[in-house]
């Protein structure tokens, strides 16, 4: 049976290359005589010809290996998981749910691929698309939203969440409740919190420990010991939060334009328009120094306050659930 199948389709494509042949024959001759109706002729059979032949060679090629199953797409999917490809991983997780729509498990996996991915926002749209409240999201894929929202930084959304999940353990609620303290920077009612967890044991709550600690004993600087600093020494101040050349260029930009003044007023005293300048910038240089080094102190503790933000953010993204 199957040696005639191949047989009528050796013999088809045979008939339709003999076809082609007989067009373009038919064209020289057609085209000796009356040349601008055999080119018309020619242009509407011949793409007619070459689209059944296609057509017939795609349909053996789909025929003879499906790759769009629903099994193939799953380990498709679990391959490029695997090789962190999280972006094509979206696109074939879709294809899965697509063929079998209550997958919760293909839907976990969606999310966790968003949840790898800077597009967090996309992938909470795409969950409310899922399900249509959110005490219908089960609770492994509950907890993969969490995730996500906890990564987009969406606190009040976590509150609500944790509240309408369905079958949250104690665990997973003092996971989460652990996690909004930490984005909040709140860290001594994280310590207590994580002191008082009757599980510390639970695997959610692996590495939080020495995070709490980094945070409770970041270093911050002082916004008055820095304003100090550079009203008595211009530049200084920015030298205590380690911006070194701004407090250089601060430093060299408020004294020069001080001597210029200085050197005016030795000249013609109080009346020397040269020095009455030389003097207005400095004193704009010196003020902008002091609200500078003021700035330079909160962009200081920001920055180290984001270097522990950024550790909560990969214990959540490395969190197993």
Not at 164 to 179: A, R
Not at 213 to 220: C, L, M, Q, R
Request: glycine share 6%; hydrophobic share 40%; net charge neutral.
């Amino acid at each position: 049976m199957l040696k005639s199948i191949i047989g009528v389709k050796v013999l088809f494509l045979e008939k339709l290359f003999q076809h082609s042949l007989f067009d373009c024959s038919l064209f020289v001759i057609q085209f000796l005589r009356r040349p601008v109706i055999a080119a018309k002729i020619y242009l509407l059979t011949t793409p007619f010809s070459l689209f059944l032949i296609l057509f017939f060679l795609m349909f053996h090629v789909c025929e003879a290996q499906d790759i769009y199953d629903l099994t193939r797409s799953k380990e498709y999917a679990n391959y490029l998981m695997k090789t962190k490809q999280y972006d094509l991983a979206i696109e074939e997780w879709e294809r899965v749910i697509f063929l079998e729509p209550d997958n919760n498990i293909a839907k976990k996996s969606l999310i966790r691929a968003y949840s790898e991915t800077d597009d967090h926002d996309k992938g909470i749209k795409r969950i409310a698309r899922l399900y249509n409240s959110t005490s219908q999201i089960p609770n492994n894929v509950g907890m993969e939203y969490v995730r996500l929202l906890l990564l987009h930084n969406d606190l009040e959304e976590i509150e609500q969440a944790k509240t309408q999940i369905p079958s949250l353990d104690n665990d997973q609620k003092e996971y989460i409740d652990l996690n909004i303290l930490l984005l909040k920077s709140d860290w001594d009612n994280a310590k207590e919190l994580y002191d008082a967890l009757p599980n510390k044991e639970n695997h959610l709550f692996d590495g939080y420990q020495k995070i709490i600690e980094a945070g409770i004993n970041i270093k911050h600087k002082s916004p008055a010991l820095a304003l100090l600093f550079s009203s008595i020494i211009p530049g200084t101040g920015k030298f205590y939060t380690g911006y070194y050349f701004d407090g250089l260029l601060s430093m060299l930009m408020t004294g020069f334009t001080g001597f210029l003044a200085y050197k005016g007023f030795i000249v013609r005293k109080e009346k020397s328009v040269y020095g009455w300048f030389y003097a207005g910038l400095a004193a704009g240089f010196y003020g902008g120094n002091i609200v500078g080094s003021v700035k330079s102190v909160k962009k200081y503790n920001q920055l180290e306050n984001q270097k522990i933000l950024e550790k909560v953010h990969r214990l959540i993204k490395s969190a197993s659930f």
